[in-house]
C-alpha cells in the first residue's frame, strides 16, 4: 500500500507538471448575435475543429479564441440555434475578425425544412477519446450514438440501443458483448463508477450486476472499439462504453412526460433546467423520472425511480464547475429473474413467461452519486480537466435459482439464494490537454492520472434443492404453480451466511500524441502504467495482491482527399484478475488477462457532413483468459473459483452509417460480421468454438422520415445470427425483429409518441445464460407504447 501511495504521488505531480512553452498563437476575436433581433448571444460555445481549446461568449455576445495561422474551421453553437460551421482565414500576425448572426433552430414541427436538422444523427467527436480531434482524425472505431437519435428512438434502458452500434450485442443483465468479448464494467462521463453496481475484474457471480442501466439521464452514449487501457486501464479489449449524462442549458426549459402501454406501464418524467441568475453564470437543473412496468415474465415487476440535481457555475470563459447528483431506486419484484431452459440446441422446454422465481422473490437496488468536474484553460490554449466521482450502492436480492430438470423432465429443481452486494467507490481522474508545434508538426498532446478505489461486500447465504437433500421444492416446467412455499421454511439461520470482502485501489498514468506530420498524414502513439493493489477477505481467508501492467498503442492516419481517411492501428490491453479469486482455494493466484489488436479502417463523410460512413476490420487475441471454475476450486465449495484457460481469437468487420441521406430521412444503420474462435483451453471440446453470445451476423438500422403535416414515421429493424453458450453446451438461435412508431407534434410544444416494439411478434432468445438450467432469456414480445410529451422554452 505504502509502494502505491507513493507511486499515486509521482503520478499527480508528473500530471501537474506536465506544462510546455506554448508559442503565441493569434486569435479570432467577434461578436455573435441573434440573425433576427440582432440582440447578442450570450452562452454560444465557439471551438477550433481539431483544436482543443472552446469558449463561451459572454453576456454581450463578444468571444476570443487562440487560434493557429492559415484556414480553420471554427463550430459554433448554443442551444435552440442552428450550428454554424465556418471557414476562417487566421493571419499569423493579426489573427481574424469573425462577426456572426446566428440564425434560430427551427423545430421540425415548425416547418417542411429544417435548417440544422439535416445531420441529427451524426457526431463529429467524442470526449471518451480524450482529444479535440474530430473522430475522422482518430486511427480507432468509435461509434456515438447523439442525443437526438436516443429521443427518437423512444427508448428506456441499454439494451434497447444496443442493436443501434456495430459490434456491440446483448447479453444476459447489465454485461454486453462488445467485438465478441464479455463486458461487465462501463464508464459515466469518461470516469469509472457505474452506480448499478459492478466489481471491476470479476468473472463471476459477485461482481456483475443483475440491475439495468437506464437512460433518463442521459444525453448520449460513445463506444470505443478495441482496447482502452491506455486511456483507462484494466478494460476488457472489444472496446468501452462511455454514457454522458444531461447538463444544464443556459434557457430555461421545462419538459413534462406522462406514458402508459401494455404490461400496466406507468411513466412519469419531469425536467426544468435553466439560468440561476441575470449573467447565465450559474446554470441549475433538476429531474424526476419514475416508472412501474410488469414483466411478461410470469410474476415480474419493475419500479425505476430516479432523481436528479445539477449545478453548473462558470464565472468566466476560462472556468466551469459542474456539481451532479444523483439517486436511484430500482425495485424488481419476483427477480433475479433467470432465463427459460433449453435443450442443447436453444429451444424453450417452458413456456417463454415461465420462471423460476416466486411472487415474493426480489431484486432491489439503491444508489447515490455524485461528481465534480472542473474545466480549465490555463494558458494559451492549455486545457485542463479533473473529475471526482463517488458513489454508495446497495443491491439485495431474494430468489429462487433453477438448479437441474428431474422428474422425467417435468420438474425444475431449486436452490433459495439471500445475498446482498454493496458498493463504496470513487474515483479521480485528471486530463491535462496541450496543443503545441514543433516545426511543422502540430501535436495534440494529452497527459493524465487516474485513480479508482473500490469497497466491495458481498453476503450471501444458500438453502439446497430437494434433490440435494434441502428444503427448497421445484417447479413444475408446465402449468407451475407459485407461492406453495417461503423462505421462512428454509432455516437460513446466521451461522448459514459467508461474506466477501474486497478493497480494491487502481492508480494509472497516461501520454496520447496525436500529431498532425502534413496535411493528410496523422500519427497517434499513445502508452500507460497501472498499479493495483487489492486487498481483502474471503470468508476467514485473507486476500491480498498487487500488481502492474503496461500498455500502448500507435495508430496512423492518411486523408487521401477530403472529407476521407484510412487508418491502421495496434493496440494492447489487460484485465486484472480478480482479488476474490488469487487465493489457492479459487485456483489462484492469477496474472493479469492480455490482449492485442490490429485494426485498419476507412472513415468518410457525404452530401456535405451530412452523412457519415465508417468501416473497419479487426483481429483480436485475449491470453490467459479466465472463466468461473464448473467445480468450484479444488474443495468443490469456492464460488470465487476461475481457471485460466487459455487463447482467444476474434476477428471480423463492422460498417457504420449515419445522417441525412435525403432532406426528409435521417438513418443510423450498422452491420458486423464475427468470427470468434477459442484456440487453447483445457477442455479441448471447446477449441474452435465462438465465445459466450458472440453473432456471426448481426445488422440494424433506425430510420425516421419526417412527414409534411408536423409528424414523423421511424423504423428499426435488427437481425442476429446464431449464437452459441460453449461452456454450457446450448444455443441461442439467430432471431429479426422490427419495431415502428409514429410521432406527432401539435403546436410546437406537444409531442405525442406511439411506439410499437417486436411489431412481428417473434419468440426468440435475446442472449444465452451459463448453464442450460439457467436456460435462454426471452425477448420482449409485442409491446404498445404510449408517450405525451409537453415542452416549453
Request: glycine share 10%; proline share 6%.
Amino acid at each position: 500500500m505504502i509502494r502505491t501511495c507513493q507511486w499515486l504521488l509521482l503520478s499527480a505531480v508528473f500530471t501537474a507538471s506536465t506544462v510546455f512553452a506554448q508559442p503565441s498563437l493569434p486569435f479570432v476575436r467577434g461578436t455573435i448575435v441573434d440573425a433576427a433581433s440582432s440582440t447578442p448571444v450570450a452562452g454560444a460555445t465557439v471551438s477550433v475543429v481539431g483544436e482543443r481549446p472552446l469558449v463561451v461568449t459572454g453576456a454581450d455576445g463578444r468571444f476570443e479564441i487562440a487560434a493557429p495561422a492559415g484556414t480553420q474551421v471554427v463550430l459554433i453553437t448554443r442551444d435552440g440555434y442552428a450550428p454554424l460551421t465556418l471557414d476562417v482565414a487566421v493571419d499569423a500576425a493579426r489573427g481574424a475578425t469573425l462577426d456572426v448572426q446566428m440564425p434560430r433552430q427551427v423545430s421540425v414541427t415548425e416547418g417542411l425544412t429544417v435548417v440544422g436538422r439535416v445531420n441529427d444523427y451524426v457526431d463529429t467527436s467524442a470526449g471518451a477519446a480524450r482529444t479535440s480531434a474530430a473522430l475522422i482524425d482518430v486511427p480507432q472505431a468509435i461509434v456515438v450514438l447523439p442525443a437526438r437519435l436516443i429521443e427518437d428512438i423512444g427508448a428506456l434502458d441499454t439494451k434497447d440501443l444496443y442493436k443501434f452500434m456495430s459490434g456491440v450485442s446483448d447479453s444476459p443483465y447489465s454485461s454486453t458483448v462488445v467485438r465478441g468479448f464479455t463486458q461487465r464494467e462501463v464508464l459515466v462521463n469518461g470516469s469509472r463508477g457505474n452506480p448499478y453496481g459492478s466489481f471491476e475484474g470479476d468473472v463471476n457471480n459477485s461482481g456483475f450486476s443483475t440491475s439495468q442501466f437506464r437512460l433518463s439521464n442521459l444525453e448520449r452514449i460513445e463506444v470505443l472499439k478495441g482496447p482502452s487501457s491506455v486511456l483507462y486501464g484494466a478494460a476488457e479489449p472489444g472496446g468501452v462504453i462511455n454514457y454522458v449524462t444531461k447538463k444544464p442549458k443556459d434557457r430555461l426549459a421545462t419538459r413534462v412526460m406522462v406514458g402508459t402501454g401494455q404490461f400496466s406501464q406507468a411513466l412519469t418524467e419531469a425536467e426544468i433546467t435553466g439560468p440561476l441568475n441575470r449573467s447565465r453564470t450559474l446554470l441549475g437543473r433538476a429531474a424526476v423520472f419514475f416508472e412501474d412496468r410488469d414483466s411478461f415474465r410470469t410474476n415480474g415487476n419493475t419500479r425505476n425511480a430516479h432523481a436528479v440535481g445539477n449545478l453548473l457555475w462558470r464565472p468566466s470563459t476560462k472556468t466551469s464547475l459542474a456539481v451532479e447528483y444523483e439517486y436511484i431506486d430500482q425495485r424488481n419484484a419476483a427477480h433475479r429473474l433467470r432465463g427459460v431452459p433449453v435443450n442443447a440446441a436453444g429451444t424453450f422446454l417452458a413456456d417463454y413467461r415461465w420462471t423460476a422465481t416466486e411472487p415474493d422473490d426480489y431484486t432491489d437496488l439503491q444508489a447515490h452519486v455524485a461528481q465534480v468536474r472542473l474545466d480549465q484553460q490555463i494558458a494559451g490554449r492549455l486545457r485542463l480537466d479533473s473529475t471526482f466521482r463517488w458513489l454508495s450502492s446497495t443491491r439485495d436480492e431474494n430468489y429462487h435459482e433453477p438448479r437441474g430438470i428431474t422428474g422425467g423432465g417435468t420438474l425444475m429443481q431449486r436452490e433459495f439464494r439471500d445475498q446482498v452486494r454493496t458498493n463504496d467507490d470513487w474515483s479521480w481522474n485528471a486530463n491535462l490537454n496541450v496543443p503545441f508545434r514543433t516545426g511543422s508538426v502540430r501535436h495534440d498532446l494529452s497527459v493524465g492520472t487516474e485513480v479508482v478505489t473500490q469497497d466491495f461486500l458481498f453476503r450471501f447465504a444458500t438453502a439446497r434443492q430437494q434433490s440435494a437433500g434441502g428444503p427448497v421444492p421445484p417447479l413444475a416446467l408446465v402449468s407451475p404453480v407459485y407461492g406453495q412455499t417461503s423462505p421462512t421454511r428454509y432455516g437460513l439461520t446466521p451461522d448459514r451466511y459467508f461474506t466477501d470482502i474486497a478493497t480494491t485501489l487502481r492508480a494509472g498514468l497516461y501520454v496520447q500524441d496525436l500529431m498532425y506530420l502534413t496535411p493528410k498524414i496523422n500519427l497517434m502513439l499513445g502508452g500507460r502504467v497501472d498499479r493495483y493493489d487489492d486487498e481483502g477477505q474471503s470468508g476467514t481467508t485473507p486476500l491480498g495482491f498487487e500488481g502492474e501492467a503496461a500498455t500502448g498503442r500507435a495508430g496512423l492516419v492518411f486523408k487521401p482527399v477530403t472529407g476521407l481517411s484510412l487508418y491502421g492501428s495496434v493496440a494492447n490491453g489487460f484485465v486484472r484478475a480478480p482479488i476474490l479469486s488469487q487465493t489457492p482455494g479459487a485456483n489462484g493466484p492469477h496474472d493479469p488477462e492480455t490482449a492485442d489488436q490490429f485494426e485498419v479502417g476507412a472513415k468518410s463523410e457525404w452530401l456535405e457532413g451530412r452523412l457519415q460512413l465508417t468501416a473497419s476490420a479487426f483481429s483480436i487475441t485475449k491470453r490467459n483468459v479466465l472463466r468461473p471454475d464448473p467445480q468450484f476450486g479444488p474443495t468443490g465449495a469456492n464460488g470465487n473459483a476461475v481457471l485460466a484457460v487459455g487463447k482467444i481469437r476474434n476477428r471480423g468487420f463492422e460498417i457504420d452509417a449515419a445522417g441525412a441521406i435525403l432532406p426528409r430521412l435521417n438513418i443510423a444503420a450498422n452491420y458486423a460480421y464475427l468470427r470468434s474462435e477459442i484456440l487453447d483451453d483445457l477442455n479441448a471440446a471447446l477449441v474452435g468454438k465462438p465465445m459466450p453470445n458472440a453473432a456471426p451476423h448481426a445488422v440494424g438500422l433506425f430510420a425516421r422520415f419526417d412527414l409534411p403535416w408536423q409528424a414523423a414515421l421511424g423504423v428499426a429493424a435488427e437481425v442476429v445470427g446464431d449464437r452459441q453458450e460453449p461452456f454450457a453446451g446450448i444455443a441461442a438461435p439467430g432471431y429479426h425483429t422490427v419495431d415502428m412508431q409514429y410521432t406527432q407534434t401539435f403546436a410546437s410544444r406537444v409531442r405525442l409518441l406511439i411506439r410499437c416494439e417486436n411489431l412481428m411478434d417473434a419468440r426468440y432468445a435475446a442472449s444465452a445464460l451459463f448453464a442450460a438450467r439457467a436456460g435462454n432469456f426471452p425477448g420482449q414480445p409485442r409491446t404498445v407504447s404510449v408517450a405525451l410529451t409537453f415542452t416549453s422554452r
